[in-house]
C-alpha cells in the first residue's frame, strides 16, 4: 500500500531536489523540509491520548501522541532525512540500519543494525530517499519484524513502481509514504527520472 503525496508544497520542492544543478548544501535542506511534509501526513494516523490541560481561560480536552515513536534511517541517505523528522518529534526515539546495494547484483549487504528495544511495541518509521528495486526496504522491514515490530511506516522521497510492487509482495501490511512514483529502473535499478544517487547528492561525494 502506498500514499502518494501531491501536496503543491511538496511537489514544488520536489522539482528543486531533482535538478542536477542543486548543489549538496541545499539538496540537504530540501531532503529536511519534504520530509517534514512526508511525516506530517504519514503520522495523520498516529496513536493519541485524550489529555485535560488548564488553558488560562478553562479546562480544554486535547489530544497528544500516545505511542513511542522510532525513527530508521537505512545508512547511509537515510540519515539525510533524520533530522527533519527529529524537529517535528523531539522525543522520538532512533535506531540504525546499515544496508548498501552490490553494485554487481544490485542486492543489499547488511554492515550494521543499532535499533531500541522501544521497536517492539512503538510506531516505527523507516526513512529513505530512494526505494528503487525495494531489496534495502524489504531487508530493513525484515528485521524490524525480527525483532517483534508490528506497526511499520516507510518515508521515502521518490520510488517507483517495481519497488512499491516488491514492498507489497513481502509486506502488505507496511504503507509506503512518497513525494513521487516515477516511471522505471533503469539497467543500473536507478530510478527513471528520479535524482540520481541520493547518498552523493546528500554529502556532495559525486564524481
Ligand atoms: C540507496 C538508497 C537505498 C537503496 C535503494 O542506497 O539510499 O538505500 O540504494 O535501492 P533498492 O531499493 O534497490 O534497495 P545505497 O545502497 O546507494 O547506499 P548509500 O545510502 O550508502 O549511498
Ligand atoms: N539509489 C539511489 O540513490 N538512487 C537510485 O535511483 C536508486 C538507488
Do not use: W
Not at 25 to 46: D, G, P, S
Not at 66 to 71: E, F, G, L, P, R
Amino acid at each position: 500500500m502506498y500514499n502518494h503525496v501531491k501536496h503543491p508544497c511538496v511537489q514544488h520542492k520536489l522539482a528543486i531536489i531533482r535538478n542536477q544543478e542543486t548543489g549538496h548544501k541545499r539538496f540537504r535542506e530540501l531532503a529536511t523540509e519534504i520530509t517534514q511534509f512526508l511525516c506530517y501526513e504519514a503520522l495523520k494516523n498516529v496513536e493519541t491520548a485524550e489529555v485535560k490541560v488548564q488553558t488560562p481561560v478553562a479546562e480544554a480536552t486535547c489530544h497528544k501522541i500516545a505511542t513511542d515513536i522510532v525513527v530508521i534511517p537505512i545508512l547511509r541517505a537515510g540519515v539525510g532525512m533524520l533530522d527533519g523528522i527529529l524537529d517535528l518529534l523531539p522525543t522520538a526515539r532512533v535506531g540504525f540500519v546499515g544496508l548498501e546495494r552490490d553494485e554487481e547484483t544490485k542486492q543489499p549487504i547488511s554492515y550494521y543494525d543499532k535499533l531500541p528495544y522501544q521497536v517492539k511495541d512503538g510506531t516505527c518509521i523507516i526513512i529513505d530517499p530512494m526505494l528503487a528495486t525495494g531489496g534495502s526496504t524489504v531487508a530493513a522491514i525484515d528485521l524490524l519484524k525480527g525483532e517483534g515490530a508490528t506497526n511499520i511506516v516507510v518515508i521515502c522521497i521518490v520510488t517507483c513502481p517495481e519497488g512499491l510492487a516488491a514492498v507489497d509482495a513481502a509486506h502488505p501490511d507496511v504503507t509506503i509514504y512518497t513525494a513521487a512514483v516515477d516511471d522505471h529502473l533503469n539497467e543500473r535499478k536507478y530510478i527513471v527520472p528520479g535524482l540520481g544517487d541520493a547518498g552523493d547528492r546528500l554529502y556532495g561525494t559525486s564524481h
